[in-house]
T-cell receptor
Framework: AQSVTQLGSHVSVSEGALVLLRCNYSSSVPPYLFWYVQYPNQGLQLLLKYTTGATLVKGINGFEAEFKKSETSFHLTKPSAHMSDAAEYFCAVTLNTGFQKLVFGTGTRLLVSP | SQTIHQWPATLVQPVGSPLSLECTVEGTSNPNLYWYRQAAGRGLQLLFYSVGIGQISSEVPQNLSASRPQDRQFILSSKKLLLSDSGFYLC????????????FGDGTRLSIL
């Protein structure tokens, strides 16, 4: 069965600094990978996804993630943090066969200080 | 475009009372539908999913149930709420194939007193 590990329940950065949120997955077959963002008391919004093809995926709000099969990782990055990036971020995995059931990590709360 | 609506946004219920949360999707046909519960520090837990009218799969045994009376309507219910049912409930939809993302509603914050 697939699983997702997000290292660090909280990450703090200064405005303008690099954002790096870590995600490692476990899957016996090639996975589909997603990053979602959640603002307080709201649902989840898709940031980006990796299915096949280019391993560097660009998403909304200046975020990108790189699929590294050898490291089973899909870390999320943004070159320069903005105050509006403060939110909770979830990595999720599903298999590329059959019905889509997402398995989510426990989330990382990003704190951005001025 | 597709939209998803969840209501109510917040709900305070006494222990032992019934529950009905509703989710509707517009702008798509025969979507896959999902109910999740989110607890602090534990990510999202899939409760139920449905691939069609009347077809419900349960992921976690509990005192909740789900129904899909219409193609784009998904209802989460309970006959008697427990304190442990408190949480943030999210509805989501997707369409095949499995590389397509799930799209989430704004959630319902349920507090049990």
């Amino acid at each position: 069965a697939q699983s997702v590990t997000q290292l660090g329940s909280h990450v703090s950065v200064s405005e303008g600094a690099l954002v790096l949120l870590r995600c490692n997955y476990s899957s016996s077959v090639p996975p589909y990978l997603f990053w979602y963002v959640q603002y307080p008391n709201q649902g989840l919004q898709l940031l980006l996804k990796y299915t096949t093809g280019a391993t560097l995926v660009k998403g909304i709000n200046g975020f990108e993630a790189e699929f590294k099969k050898s490291e089973t990782s899909f870390h999320l990055t943004k070159p320069s943090a903005h105050m509006s990036d403060a939110a909770e971020y979830f990595c999720a995995v599903t298999l590329n066969t059959g019905f889509q059931k997402l398995v989510f990590g426990t989330g990382t709360r990003l704190l951005v200080s001025p | 475009s597709q939209t998803i609506h969840q209501w109510p946004a917040t709900l305070v219920q006494p222990v032992g009372s019934p529950l009905s949360l509703e989710c509707t999707v517009e702008g798509t046909s025969n979507p896959n539908l999902y109910w999740y519960r989110q607890a602090a520090g534990r990510g999202l837990q899939l409760l139920f999913y449905s691939v069609g009218i009347g077809q419900i799969s349960s992921e976690v045994p509990q005192n909740l149930s789900a129904s899909r009376p219409q193609d784009r309507q998904f209802i989460l219910s309970s006959k008697k709420l427990l304190l442990s049912d408190s949480g943030f409930y999210l509805c989501a939809w997707s369409v095949p194939p499995s590389n397509q993302p799930q799209h989430f509603g704004d959630g319902t914050r349920l507090s049990i007193l």
